[in-house]
């Protein structure tokens, strides 16, 4: 993100809530954009590119189930928090299998909604300077683009480390290989979905100790690939 303000696109149809927390939010320095229904908050997310979404299911014109999926369809990956009273274990799921980077079930507490879309941005921006992120032997500094495997530096390719940082974001989440192909490439990247296996074998040869048993760039059969640290 560049030094202006964080701005957070608050889609909540109770006015009560949606006003209480774009005030919270602006007193912690955030800029708010608003919406009270899903249809137009889809189009504020696409047209206006926030840094982050807060996001509730029960909405009218679309449901916030449908907002994320269009989302990632279209090839956005706009951190999401999903807000709701759907504290069902199948519901939080969904949403996160969605594309939703974490699920807050109503009523909440304030102070830990706003922690949590402070982790979540703070995992999907991270500042300068911050702390190299390991898993196995492998360490990588996401601001200085630099991967040491054991100590010693790993070449990887631009694409090789987009999709590096795109799990390392999202560690433990299923991703399909339209998903990632939308994330590393972009929404309209034209090459095979299978292009994601080369590149997958790729970060298994390069940075896990046994590519043939990885340990962490997993395959989910019929779904698609996870990362574990």
Do not use: C
């Amino acid at each position: 993100m560049s030094d202006k303000a964080t701005r957070i696109l608050v889609v909540e149809d109770d006015l009560a809530i949606l006003t209480g927390l774009s005030m919270n939010l602006k007193f912690e320095g955030y800029e708010v954009l608003q919406a009270q229904d899903g249809r137009n908050g889809l189009a504020r997310a696409l047209d206006e590119s926030p840094d982050l979404m807060v996001l509730d299911l029960m909405l009218p014109e679309l449901n916030g189930f449908e907002v994320l999926k269009e989302l990632r369809q279209r090839g956005r990956d706009t951190p999401v928090v999903v807000l709701s009273a759907k504290g069902a274990e199948p519901d939080k799921i969904l949403g996160l299998n969605l594309g939703a980077d974490d699920y807050v079930v109503k009523p909440f507490g304030l102070q830990e909604l706003l922690a949590r879309i402070k982790a979540v941005l703070r995992r999907r921006y991270p500042a300068s300077g911050q702390p190299p992120v390991g898993f196995g032997d492998v360490q990588v500094d996401l601001t200085a683009k630099l991967v040491s495997r054991g100590g010693q530096p790993v070449e990887l390719t631009a694409q090789e480390f987009k999709l590096l940082a795109h799990f390392l974001a999202h560690p433990g989440r299923t991703f399909s290989r339209e998903e990632l192909l939308s994330a590393a490439w972009g929404y309209d990247y034209e090459g095979s979905a299978r292009t994601v296996d080369n590149f997958m074998r790729q970060l298994r040869l390069k940075l896990e100790p046994d590519p043939e048993a990885p340990k962490h760039f997993l395959t989910v059969r019929g779904l698609g690939y996870r990362f574990d640290r």
